[in-house]
């Protein structure tokens, strides 16, 4: 498989970072929002095929009512049944203390916890039925226990740029969430476009004040969705405000199931394949083989027979002819 990319040549970076960390979260956040059930065996066969391409971070799955998310329903088989790297850190989401106790019971086949809630009241009480204070409370706990276990933890605040049923969200609001995640002891803290609202500028902005309110000592990482198609846009606006770390599903699989108050779901995680074709032919390296990622995203496509929103999918990725001698 080539690690060869054809990538900008004016040796002018932009302002860029010469590397970015990626979290695939489709074996959560995507097959969780699919309509489909994959059998037990096709998704440890997925995720170690993901793994296969290089990526080193992988959000594998969550414990969760198998009533309310029939989808993951076999996390602790899923889990135990693995076969992945050592350098692949294996995450799963924790909705509250109960999914913690089953997710203990299999420590020994994962290493971090996502824990999360939204940045605005309507779509944490349609989410969670929960206030956001309540939710932070039972968040404190959650990642006190985890930390007890050794874990490595990581807060999301959804909605973290729009809300489809509040409108506009303040930074500072979204940024006093982030300081009692990271001082209930966070390492990570992801914001989420949740229903794919926000914008290139906002995004820069809202970044560099991310940076400010934390500190350096808390990893931020940004999590698009594509659904207004400015998802790629976004991502960029990121990197050049200093962000190195993204979440991204492979062939846009997922979204958001509470998409607002017309009942839409809101779909369309920022496509893995998409970003690392991106941020490959720009000069920014990842560590992951695009061909072994397209072959991953072939299976998950012919397994659920259906077409993907992968651009790069169905167009391939970039050709370039070899250059003329000189």
């Known amino acids: 498989m080539s690690q060869v990319h054809a990538?900008?040549?004016?040796?002018?970076?932009?302002?860029?970072?010469?590397?970015?960390?990626?979290?695939?979260?489709?074996?959560?956040?995507?097959?969780?929002?699919?309509?489909?059930?994959?059998?037990?065996?096709?998704?440890?066969?997925?995720?170690?095929?993901?793994?296969?391409?290089?990526?080193?971070?992988?959000?594998v799955t969550s414990f969760v009512r198998a009533e309310v998310i029939p989808q993951l329903a076999d996390a602790a088989q899923v889990l135990r049944t693995l076969e992945l790297p050592d350098a692949v850190s294996v995450s799963v989401l924790i909705?509250?203390?109960?999914?913690?106790?089953?997710?203990?019971?299999?420590?020994?086949?994962?290493?971090?916890?996502?824990?999360f809630l939204s940045a605005s009241e309507a779509h944490n009480r349609h989410n969670v039925n929960r206030s956001v204070?309540?939710?932070?409370?039972?968040?404190?706990?959650?990642?006190?226990?985890?930390?007890?276990?050794?874990?490595?933890?990581?807060?999301?605040?959804?909605?973290?740029?729009?809300?489809?049923?509040?409108?506009?969200?303040?930074?500072?609001?979204?940024?006093?969430?982030?300081?009692?995640?990271?001082?209930?002891?966070?390492?990570?803290?992801?914001?989420?476009?949740?229903?794919?609202?926000?914008?290139?500028l906002q995004v820069a902005d809202f970044f560099g004040g991310a940076r400010a309110a934390l500190g350096e000592q808390v990893e931020l990482t940004a999590h698009f969705h594509n659904t207004r198609g400015q998802g790629l846009a976004n991502v960029f606006a990121a990197l050049q405000a200093g962000v190195t770390s993204f979440e991204s599903s492979f062939g846009e699989l997922g979204g958001c199931p509470s998409g607002g108050p017309d009942g839409q779901p809101a779909t369309g995680n920022i496509a893995t394949e998409d970003l690392v074709s991106m941020l490959h032919e720009m000069g920014v390296e990842t560590g992951i083989d695009l061909d072994r990622l397209l072959d991953a995203t072939r299976t998950v496509r012919d397994l659920l027979g259906r077409p993907l929103g992968s651009h790069v999918l169905t167009a391939g990725p970039v050709a370039w002819s070899a250059p003329r001698p000189a």
Not at 24 to 38: I, K
Not at 96 to 113: C, P
């Open 95 to 115: 909705p509250n203390e109960r999914g913690l106790e089953q997710a203990l019971l299999v420590r020994e086949r994962f290493d971090e916890v996502n824990v």
């Open 7 to 59: 990538i900008n040549t004016t040796g002018d970076r932009g302002g860029l970072p010469q590397r970015v960390h990626l979290r695939e979260v489709g074996p959560r956040d995507g097959f969780q929002n699919e309509p489909e059930v994959l059998a037990t065996a096709d998704k440890v066969a997925l995720i170690e095929a993901l793994a296969r391409s290089g990526i080193t971070r992988l959000e």
């Open 133 to 200: 204070d309540q939710s932070l409370d039972g968040i404190g706990r959650l990642l006190a226990r985890a930390g007890d276990a050794g874990l490595r933890r990581q807060g999301t605040i959804a909605t973290a740029f729009g809300c489809p049923y509040e409108g506009r969200v303040e930074p500072r609001r979204v940024f006093e969430i982030a300081r009692a995640l990271r001082d209930a002891g966070c390492e990570e803290i992801a914001f989420g476009d949740t229903t794919g609202m926000a914008n290139p």
